[in-house]
């Protein structure tokens, strides 16, 4: 009987772990765009999704992560996340960030488009930079 039992709660050990929505780490210069297929070495547009079985895709752009949408069930999404160009390689909430479209901040596939944790550091990097400021709903529909 005890083997029957080990194997159990090892099977439910394996269940659960699988199953952790939660964010991954991007491996900068190793991992690779899911939309794109090229190699993730950008700390501050780089982008991910994590589905609510907890699989994540990782991209090198949010426009890559956003044109990945158009051909994935984003009901199937339990997280959108984004770095922040404030915060190199730190993953933020994508429906809570302020985004901006400038032709002075390149980024990865061309779009010129940047993340921001909060619109505060967004509205201080427009008045340098200039462009315009979007909300991640507005900037879906942007990308349409």
Do not use: R
Request: aromatic share 14%.
């Amino acid at each position: 009987m005890q083997p029957i039992k080990y194997y159990l709660t090892f099977s439910l050990l394996v269940f659960f772990a699988s199953c952790n929505v939660s964010p991954q780490a991007i491996n900068y210069g190793s991992d690779g765009c899911h939309y794109c297929k090229m190699t993730i070495v950008d700390k501050v547009h780089a982008a991910e999704i994590v589905t609510k079985k907890g699989k994540a895709y990782k991209f090198d752009s949010t426009e890559c992560m956003i044109n990945f949408l158009k051909e994935f069930d984003s009901s199937e999404v339990e997280l959108f996340l984004v770095n922040s160009f404030t915060e190199p390689e730190k993953l933020t909430d994508a429906t809570k960030a302020t985004f901006l479209i400038s032709q002075n901040i390149p980024s990865p596939m061309g779009a010129f488009l940047t993340a921001f944790k909060n619109e505060d550091e967004a509205i201080k990097i427009k008045s340098e930079k200039g462009g315009n400021l979007y909300t991640w709903q507005e900037l879906i529909k942007h990308f349409k």
